[in-house]
């Protein structure tokens, strides 16, 4: 006797694509997350096809990617788990996560030091205005002595 099995209807990455509204380049950005996690997908004919399974994956990461807080790479991770494809988050995205506290604190230094360098050109400016209102001061005071010579005493 002989038993027809309904294979798993596979998609090309065009298909997948269109399928979850977004570019081929974003699809493989997704992949390549993916595969750092040790989520790899099946290949014919060397060309990438997606299962169902494969397509609820990506559908998954979207929607936790879109209610944002965190970034792309811990997305994968939480969907990886979810899926019990990955027990324990990788070490890229701890590499990731210490990137982004290294770039805050980097940022935090850099506006410090802006608001030193702020702080340095008020104090300078307020300096130049001082010394540019004694310079118009003593200038308007010669103006005013020389007005008051003798009309005989104008070609001094």
Not at 87 to 93: C, K
Not at 109 to 136: F, N, P, S
Request: with cysteine.
């Amino acid at each position: 006797m002989l038993h027809l099995v309904k294979s798993q209807q596979t998609y090309s990455s065009s298909e997948v694509a269109e399928l979850l509204g977004i570019a081929p380049s974003t699809l493989r950005k997704y992949n390549l997350c993916f595969s750092k996690v040790g989520i790899s997908f099946t290949k014919e004919k060397g060309r990438l096809v997606y299962k169902e399974h494969d397509i609820k994956l990506f559908q998954e990461l979207i929607r936790l990617h879109e209610k944002g807080g965190t970034t792309l790479q811990n997305c994968v991770a939480k969907v990886a788990q979810q899926s019990q494809l990955v027990s324990v988050v990788s070490e890229p995205v701890v590499e990731v996560s210490q990137q982004d506290t290294n770039e805050a604190k980097l940022l935090e230094q850099m506006e410090q030091r802006l608001q030193q360098m702020q702080q340095y050109i008020d104090t300078k400016l307020a300096d130049r205005d001082k010394q540019l209102m004694g310079v118009i001061k003593e200038l308007q005071e010669i103006k005013a002595a020389q007005r008051k010579k003798k009309w005989w005493q104008f070609w001094r």
